[in-house]
């Protein structure tokens, strides 16, 4: 599954927000039902998993974590516990915790970002500023791919 695009929307009052036709039909494509919501870890915005995927990341998670051991508890606890399951209702919307829109400043408009197999969603003015920093893209990819056989795109 792959979601491509990048879309804007609104928030309600009550945290709904449309996800987008697009990313809609991939979920629908793919039979997959319900997400799951999380903060994200490096930036300040939320990430939507299709399920399937978020249990392959706990699944991963777990088995890489000694049951035994404190430290590892603690973070598989802290990992799981701030997720939400979301169902889209019947007009393809999802409900945002207060908490999790507090979280990535999001009070109304709403940018949605399709990155590969899950979703970003942003605060758009958080998003733009975010974005428009200027980076090395290109230099970036040419030091990470320069090294990889010339089959490979």
């Known amino acids: 599954m ?3 695009g990048d879309y804007t929307a609104k928030a309600d009052s009550k945290g709904r927000v449309f996800l ?14 319900r997400c799951v919501l999380r903060s994200d870890l490096f930036q300040r915005c939320l990430v939507l998993y299709p399920e399937s ?3 392959e990341l706990v699944d991963s998670l777990r088995g890489r974590l000694n049951r035994w051991n404190g430290t590892h508890q603690q973070l598989f606890r802290k990992f799981v516990s701030e997720a939400d399951v979301v169902e889209l209702d019947s007009n393809g919307r999802i409900l945002i915790t207060r908490r999790k829109l507090d979280y990535a400043g999001i009070t109304s408009d709403v940018r949605f970002l399709a990155v590969d197999d899950h979703i970003e969603i942003w605060d758009k003015q958080e998003c733009e500023s975010v974005l428009s920093q200027q ?19």
């Open 2 to 4: 792959r979601f491509t």
């Open 20 to 33: 987008p036709a697009a990313m809609r039909k991939v979920l629908e494509a793919s039979g997959e039902t």
């Open 53 to 55: 995927l978020w249990n």
């Open 135 to 153: 980076t090395t893209l290109g230099e970036d990819l040419q030091a990470i791919m320069a090294d990889l056989p010339p089959n490979i795109i």
